[in-house]
């Protein structure tokens, strides 16, 4: 390529009109290798903004999808506590249930809970001592 540029060639205008118009298609070739470079720039111009812009639209899903795992992980975190305490609810109320069938703790029950006394019997009720 850089031998043709440096190239003579042999051809010589005849009168001036010829010199320009040689001219003119010398310059018309400079010109078509602008145009060509700069479009060879604008399409590399094109390539970059397009890899950056695939670039951001993945940063963004990325991001989205880290907001998104964490939120539901510490709502899995927070279900997971409640399931716990709940499940500990229910052992302590089927617990309460089987005491329940025993006459001795429903009669204690329904004396501290319910203040309930047995016939014949006498409840004092003292003062709280706030000292």
Do not use: C
């Amino acid at each position: 390529m850089a031998q043709q540029s440096k190239r003579q060639v042999n051809i010589h205008p005849l009168n001036p009109e010829g010199a320009r118009e040689l001219q003119f298609q010398s310059n018309l070739g400079q010109a078509q290798k602008t145009r060509d470079t700069n479009m060879h720039l604008l399409r590399r111009r094109f390539g970059w903004v397009l890899v950056l812009l695939v670039v951001i639209v993945g940063v963004v899903s990325v991001t989205n999808g880290m907001r998104d795992y964490t939120t539901i992980s510490a709502q899995v975190t927070s279900a997971d506590k409640t399931l716990d305490s709940t499940k500990a609810e229910g052992k302590k109320l089927k617990q309460q249930k089987s005491d329940l069938n025993n006459k001795d703790y429903l009669q204690k029950y329904v004396r501290e809970k319910l203040m309930y006394t047995k016939s014949g019997e006498l409840v004092f009720s003292l003062p709280n001592d706030n000292s």
